[in-house]
């Protein structure tokens, strides 16, 4: 098991945490008042609930269980789903992107719980379930009283999963599940996967797989140096025995799962977003106070070349989320414009973390600072939703129109 959360012995951290996120282009100005609220509330939770504890809990590998009832308290979880079935649903994509950017800001990791319980568990059952289905897991999955998992991922078929391998068939009063899935986010602590398998006409469903049922197990994967504070795993099926009734029913094919994936790119791309905003503004206070040369680090030329870098490209990301989320809005963001969102964020985010920890010296390795942590984990960014070249690949095919996966 990944080490659990104990409120007696997790290291506090005592930095008060001041973070105000920078905005060059008056981007505020296109934002609601509504919208501000929420990035506040959910910035004053990510200061009070996460910062305090996430180096503590990513050095020795501890996800922080007890954060999933509080994401639920104040609404992280599917923000986008109607009200009917989430009580704090009813929002818009900007307020999701904005939530993904605040969590993300704090730990990737703690996105990915948001975000895989959010589009990954949340949007199937609301999108594909049926109506029973619905009101019986998404007021739980709001709530934080259920975590939930994606299983689309194979050992054999990442990049790919149209080639998947877990298999169900029709045994009358059940189906049979067979297979395996891995690198799966929150598996160890979900109550329930959504889980994507191919029937006897090799045509993929998403069915909802409940911890306890016969032959569902849900291995921890160890050795991680990236998200250390989300828990992933494997989801293993020996024979289990599925409801017919847990059968998602209102679509199938390698869509109803790559529509998922629209959603948490989509907020992934905000997210990433958060992590890079926190680098900068990190480096930007560390190089402001320490001295070199009798002057602050801050007024060498090579350093304010990376902060003015930094903050364009900051800045063009925040322009492409805000529009993005119009576009989702609208119901008009395409696969191809939500993949150059993901692809060239993360790889925005990954380079600010590299920059800036080098703009630390020594102190950018350690866990005084959040930029090493941000790194690591946007190793994971980059390759989970799509590696960054498949993006590329899709972006190719959107220009050319011809497919060069295979
Ligand atoms: P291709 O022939 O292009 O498409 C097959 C069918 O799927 C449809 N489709 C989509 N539908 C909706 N949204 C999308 N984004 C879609 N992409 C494809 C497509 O229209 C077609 O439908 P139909 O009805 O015509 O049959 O499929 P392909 O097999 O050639 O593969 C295309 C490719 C490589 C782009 C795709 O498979 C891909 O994106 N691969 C990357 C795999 C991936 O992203 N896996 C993510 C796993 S989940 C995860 O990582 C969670 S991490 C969470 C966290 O911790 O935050
Ligand atoms: P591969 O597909 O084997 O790719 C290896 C390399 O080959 C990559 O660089 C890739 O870009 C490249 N490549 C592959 N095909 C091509 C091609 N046609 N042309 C050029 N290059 C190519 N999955 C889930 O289902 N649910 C989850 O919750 C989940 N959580 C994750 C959490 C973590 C921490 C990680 C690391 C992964 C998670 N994943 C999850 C899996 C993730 O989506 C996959 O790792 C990802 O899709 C890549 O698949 P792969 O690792 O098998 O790499």
Same mark, same amino acid.
């Given at each position: 098991?990944?080490?659990?959360?104990?409120?007696?012995?997790?290291?506090?951290?005592?930095?008060?945490?001041?973070?105000?996120?920078?905005?060059?282009?008056?981007?505020?100005? @296109?934002?609601?008042?509504?919208?501000?609220?929420?990035?506040?509330?959910?910035?004053?939770?990510?200061?009070?609930?996460?910062?305090?504890?996430?180096?503590?809990?990513?050095?020795?590998?501890?996800?922080?269980?007890?954060?999933?009832?509080?994401? !639920?308290?104040? *609404?992280?979880?599917?923000?986008?789903?109607?009200?009917?079935?989430?009580?704090?649903?009813? @929002?818009?994509?900007?307020?999701? !992107?904005?939530?993904?950017?605040?969590?993300?800001?704090?730990?990737?990791?703690?996105?990915?719980?948001?975000?895989?319980?959010?589009?990954?568990?949340?949007?199937?059952?609301?999108?594909?379930?049926?109506?029973?289905?619905?009101?019986?897991?998404?007021?739980?999955?709001?709530?934080?009283?259920?975590?939930?998992?994606?299983?689309?991922?194979?050992?054999?078929?990442?990049?790919?999963?149209?080639?998947?391998?877990?298999?169900?068939?029709?045994?009358?009063?059940?189906?049979?599940?067979?297979?395996?899935?891995?690198?799966?986010?929150?598996?160890?602590?979900?109550?329930?996967?959504?889980?994507?398998?191919?029937?006897?006409?090799?045509?993929?469903?998403?069915?909802?797989?409940?911890?306890?049922?016969?032959?569902?197990?849900?291995?921890? &994967?160890?050795?991680?140096?990236?998200?250390?504070?989300?828990? &992933? !795993?494997?989801?293993?099926?020996?024979?289990? #025995?599925?409801?017919?009734?847990?059968?998602?029913?209102?679509?199938?094919?390698?869509?109803?799962?790559?529509?998922?994936?629209?959603?948490?790119?989509?907020?992934?791309?905000?997210?990433?977003?958060?992590?890079? =905003?926190?680098?900068?503004?990190?480096?930007?206070?560390?190089?402001?106070?320490?001295?070199?040369?009798?002057?602050?680090?801050?007024?060498?030329?090579?350093?304010? #070349? #990376?902060?003015?870098?930094?903050?364009?490209?900051?800045?063009?990301?925040?322009?492409?989320?805000?529009?993005?989320?119009?576009?989702?809005?609208?119901?008009?963001?395409?696969?191809?414009?939500?993949?150059?969102?993901?692809?060239?964020?993360?790889?925005?985010?990954?380079?600010?973390?590299?920059?800036?920890?080098?703009?630390?010296?020594? =102190?950018?390795?350690?866990?005084?600072?959040?930029?090493?942590?941000?790194? =690591?984990?946007?190793?994971?960014?980059?390759?989970?939703?799509? &590696?960054?070249?498949?993006?590329?690949?899709?972006? *190719?095919?959107?220009?050319?129109?011809?497919?060069?996966?295979?």
């Amino acid at each position: 098991m990944q080490n659990t959360f104990d409120e007696k012995t997790i290291l506090k951290s005592n930095k008060v945490d001041t973070f105000e996120s920078p905005d060059f282009y008056n981007i505020d100005d @296109l934002l609601t008042e509504e919208h501000k609220m929420i990035r506040s509330a959910v910035r004053d939770f990510v200061k009070k609930e996460i910062s305090p504890i996430i180096e503590d809990c990513c050095q020795n590998n501890i996800f922080p269980k007890h954060l999933v009832r509080k994401f !639920g308290e104040i *609404g992280i979880f599917g923000p986008t789903i109607p009200q009917k079935y989430n009580p704090n649903g009813g @929002l818009d994509y900007i307020s999701y !992107g904005l939530m993904m950017q605040e969590v993300e800001r704090g730990d990737s990791g703690m996105r990915s719980t948001a975000s895989v319980q959010g589009s990954l568990v949340m949007y199937p059952i609301y999108a594909y379930g049926s109506e029973e289905q619905r009101m019986k897991y998404l007021p739980k999955l709001s709530s934080g009283e259920y975590l939930g998992c994606f299983g689309l991922t194979e050992p054999n078929h990442g990049s790919n999963p149209s080639g998947m391998e877990t298999h169900f068939e029709d045994k009358g009063d059940h189906y049979l599940l067979n297979g395996a899935k891995m690198w799966i986010s929150n598996s160890p602590e979900a109550d329930i996967a959504v889980v994507w398998a191919k029937n006897e006409a090799g045509r993929i469903h998403g069915l909802i797989v409940e911890r306890g049922m016969e032959g569902f197990s849900t291995p921890t &994967t160890h050795n991680k140096w990236s998200l250390r504070a989300s828990c &992933t !795993g494997e989801l293993v099926f020996d024979n289990v #025995k599925v409801p017919k009734e847990n059968l998602l029913p209102n679509k199938s094919g390698l869509g109803a799962p790559m529509g998922c994936l629209d959603s948490a790119r989509f907020g992934i791309a905000w997210g990433a977003l958060g992590a890079a =905003m926190d680098c900068f503004e990190t480096a930007k206070k560390y190089t402001m106070e320490r001295i070199q040369f009798g002057k602050p680090i801050a007024s060498f030329q090579l350093q304010q #070349k #990376k902060l003015a870098e930094m903050l364009s490209e900051i800045t063009k990301a925040q322009l492409i989320c805000w529009r993005l989320g119009m576009l989702k809005n609208e119901g008009k963001a395409t696969t191809a414009q939500i993949s150059l969102a993901k692809r060239n964020n993360v790889a925005m985010a990954l380079e600010i973390a590299r920059e800036s920890r080098q703009m630390l010296g020594g =102190m950018g390795i350690t866990g005084e600072y959040p930029i090493m942590r941000h790194m =690591m984990n946007l190793e994971s960014v980059a390759t989970y939703e799509g &590696t960054h070249d498949i993006h590329l690949l899709i972006l *190719g095919k959107e220009i050319t129109g011809i497919a060069a996966f295979a």
